[in-house]
C-alpha cells in the first residue's frame, strides 16, 4: 500500500504500454472531446463556437467549460436507446440548477445522494416526483424534506432506515414510494467485474444470505410504504455487460423468492449507473446502442428463466451524460524536464489547477489526457506529465501525456472528458479557490458555477474581519 507522500516515478518505463505516441500531437480524437470541440484553423481549439484564446480571456484558468451540444446529443441517444426505460440522471456527477432544468427539458429523472443534491434539485425547481433519493446514511432532515415534497423514491439501504422512513410516513399519514438497495456482490470496473459471495461495504442488503429478501419483506408488510422495487449499483466505468448479466441474475432471483413468498411480483429494477467513457484513446467503452438491447435481452432471458413478468426497468447514469461534454483548461506555469536516467527524460508541466480540482487521478490512479488548447505546434510531442499547483508530488492531473516539445509558459493545457466527478469532487486543499463551470453553445458563455474567490473562503473564517460570522 502507498502511504500519504511521493509517489515514485517509474524509471524503468517512462511511458506506459497503452499510450502511444502521436505523429500528430495537435489531432483530436473524436472519442475523447465533445462533440462541439474542433482545432480551427488557427490552431486554436473551439468548444461551442468559441475560441479557447477567448474563453480563457473571459473566464480565465482553471475552468471547466459544459459543451451543451454534446450534452444533448448524448441525452438523445441515451434516451433513444434506453426507450421505455426509466433514466435517472446521477446528480453526483454534476448538478447545478442549470443542469438540473436541462435534466428537466431532456425529460429524464434525477437521482440524488445527499440534502445537498437534493436542495439543488428543489431549488432548481424539479418535479420532487421524478426524484430518486439515495445514500446510506440519509439525515432526518433529509428524508423529511423528501417526504414532505413527495419525492418518486426513496432506495432504503438499511432496517435502521426502513424504520425511520415508516416512523415519517406515519408522522406525515402518507404512504411513502420505496426501492431496497441490493448488494449483489458484484464489483465491476472498467471491463474487469468480481462476483464475489459476499459484499463487505457499507451499501444496501446483500442478496446473498437472504438479507435482502427479509428487506423487501418488511417493507411489504408496512402499510405506510409502497414498495416498488429493487435497486443495484454494481460500480463505475463499465465498459460492458458482464457484470450486469450477474447483477440482474441475482436480483431477478430475488423478484422470484418475493413471489413465490407473497403471490405478488414487485415491479421495477433498476440497475444502477457506472456506464463508462473514454478518457484516453485506449479507452472501448460501449455505446448505449449497444448496451441498451444487451441489458435488455439479459433481463428478458432471466426473467423467464425464474418465471417471472419482465419488471419496468430503469437506471442512473451519471459519467455517460456529462463526463464527455466537459473539457477543462488550465494555464501553464512552469516546465521542467527531470532526468530519468539514460537517455530517457519527462517533461513536467505545472498548471494552475490540480488535485483541489481533479482528484481523480490522485484519489483512483485514473489516466486523463490533454492537448494544447491555444495554438497548434509543428515540434515533435516529447512524453509530458501535466501537474497541479498543491503541495504534494502526486499532485497529477494528467500522468503520461505525449505534448509538443515547445510547450511552455502561458500556453493553455485542454483535458477532456472533465465533466463529472471532476469539480463536483473539487476540495479548497491549500486554500485553493474552486474554478468555475461555464456551459458554451453557439458562440455564447453561460456561467453555471462562477469560481471561488480568496473571500469566499475567507468568510468561513471567524476569525477574519469580515467572515460571514461577524
Ligand atoms: N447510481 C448510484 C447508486 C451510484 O452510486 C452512482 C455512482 C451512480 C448511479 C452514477 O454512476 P456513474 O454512471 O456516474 O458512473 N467518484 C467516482 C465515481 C463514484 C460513483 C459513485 N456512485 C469517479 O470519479 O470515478
Request: proline share 4%; with cysteine; aromatic share 8%.
Amino acid at each position: 500500500m502507498h502511504v500519504a507522500g511521493s509517489i515514485h516515478a517509474d524509471v524503468a518505463s517512462p511511458a506506459p504500454v497503452w499510450l502511444e505516441k502521436p505523429s500528430d500531437a495537435n489531432a483530436l480524437d473524436p472519442k475523447l472531446w465533445s462533440i462541439s470541440t474542433t482545432r480551427a484553423d488557427s490552431g486554436e481549439l473551439r468548444i461551442g463556437g468559441l475560441g479557447v484564446n477567448e474563453l480563457v480571456e473571459r473566464v480565465g484558468t482553471p475552468a471547466y467549460v459544459i459543451d451543451e451540444a454534446d450534452f444533448w446529443e448524448r441525452v438523445e441517444r441515451w434516451k433513444g436507446a434506453f426507450d421505455g426505460w426509466q433514466i435517472y440522471y446521477a446528480g453526483k456527477a454534476f448538478l447545478t440548477t442549470k443542469i438540473a432544468r436541462w435534466i428537466d427539458k431532456a425529460g429524464l429523472s434525477l437521482d440524488v445522494c445527499s440534502l445537498g443534491e437534493l436542495t439543488v434539485a428543489l431549488a432548481a425547481g424539479f418535479d420532487p416526483a421524478r426524484i430518486g433519493m439515495h445514500g446510506n446514511n440519509k439525515t432526518e432532515q433529509e428524508l423529511r424534506i423528501g417526504i414532505e415534497k413527495g419525492v418518486g423514491r426513496i432506495i432504503l439501504d438499511s432496517f435502521d432506515e426502513i424504520e425511520r422512513v415508516e416512523r415519517l410516513a406515519q408522522e406525515y399519514g402518507v404512504v411513502v414510494p420505496v426501492m431496497i438497495r441490493a448488494t449483489t456482490g458484484v464489483e465491476a470496473h472498467t471491463h474487469e467485474y468480481i462476483a464475489t459471495a459476499h459484499d463487505d461495504q457499507k451499501f444496501g442488503f446483500a442478496t446473498t444470505g437472504g438479507t435482502a429478501l427479509v428487506a423487501l419483506m418488511r417493507c411489504y408488510h408496512s402499510p405506510r410504504l409502497n414498495l416498488l422495487g429493487v435497486h443495484s449499483h454494481i460500480g463505475s466505468q463499465i465498459y460492458d455487460t458482464d457484470g450486469f448479466e450477474v447483477a440482474a441474475r441475482r436480483t431477478l432471483k430475488l423478484f422470484k423468492q418475493f413471489q413465490d413468498a407473497t403471490g405478488e411480483q414487485i415491479t421495477t429494477l433498476d440497475l444502477g449507473g457506472g456506464f463508462g467513457i473514454a478518457y484516453t484513446s485506449a479507452d472501448t467503452p460501449a455505446d448505449p446502442e449497444t448496451l441498451a438491447p444487451a441489458l435488455r435481452d439479459i433481463i428478458i432471458h432471466e426473467s423467464r428463466g425464474y418465471g417471472i413478468d419482465v419488471p419496468e426497468l430503469s437506471i442512473e447514469p451519471g459519467r455517460a451524460i456529462i463526463g464527455s461534454a466537459g473539457t477543462a483548461l488550465y494555464q501553464v506555469g512552469t516546465v521542467k524536464e527531470v532526468d530519468l536516467g539514460g537517455s530517457e527524460s519527462r517533461t513536467y508541466i505545472s498548471v494552475d489547477g490540480g488535485m483541489s480540482d481533479n482528484i481523480r487521478p490522485a484519489l483512483y490512479g485514473a489516466e486523463y489526457s490533454a492537448v494544447l488548447g491555444n495554438r497548434a505546434s509543428g515540434v515533435a510531442p516529447k512524453l509530458s506529465r501535466v501537474v497541479g499547483l498543491h503541495c504534494e508530488s502526486g499532485d497529477i492531473l494528467v500522468r503520461d501525456v505525449f505534448l509538443p516539445g515547445d510547450t511552455g509558459i502561458g500556453d493553455i493545457i485542454a483535458v477532456p472528458a472533465s465533466g463529472a466527478y471532476s469539480r463536483s469532487m473539487a476540495s479548497n486543499y491549500n486554500h485553493t479557490p474552486r474554478p468555475p463551470v461555464v456551459s458554451v453553445a453557439d458562440g455564447k458563455i453561460e456561467t453555471l458555477l462562477r469560481r471561488e474567490t480568496l473571500e469566499d473562503m475567507l468568510r468561513l473564517d471567524v476569525g477574519y474581519e469580515g467572515s460571514a460570522d461577524e
